[in-house]
């Protein structure tokens, strides 16, 4: 519970660099996620250059903070994976909070940035990376040492819980 709630969005980043062995934590808690039918729909691109993330910052409107990241996971639905329609989307999702999760508990900050279901957003990363059309990108994962911290606001609202019925 306490990464959980601790985890915030992180924007701002040292010129720490991370490790490929963290790079690959990171990773390994994304296939950790739990996927309809176990299928695991989701492969990852890891990008550390500046000049291919230079290129994201033009297709993605609110990626401005990748100039400053040590590196950046793609993580993408793959259609020939997928047994069951559209189920991809939240696998894919559910790798994604795993990775920001393990990002958080490695000290590292990260956020998440939404591609999919933005078809311009879409359109423009499948072109940077040359992805077949059976690969979506679902989500960029920026990652870097945090230079900045947030604190952690109660979001607990009964409001919002329902028992039994509507």
Known sequence: MKAIAERRSIRKYTSEPV???????????????????????????VVKSKKI????????????????????????????????????????SAST???LLAAHALGLGAVW??????????????????LPEHIIPLAIISIGYPDEKKSTPERYDETNVHYEQW
């Open 19 to 45: 490790s490929d062995e963290t790079i690959k934590e990171l990773l390994t808690a994304g296939m950790y996620a739990p996927s309809a039918g176990n299928q695991q729909p989701w492969d990852f691109i």
């Open 53 to 92: 993330l230079s290129k994201v910052t033009e297709v993605h409107p609110y990626s401005y903070m990748l100039k400053e990241a040590s590196a950046t996971i793609i993580v993408c639905g793959n259609l020939e994976k997928e047994r069951f329609k559209d189920f991809w989307i939240q696998d894919c």
């Open 97 to 99: 909070q795993n990775i």
């Open 113 to 130: 940035l939404g591609v999919y279901p933005e078809a311009d957003r879409v359109k423009g990363i499948k072109k940077i990376f040359n």
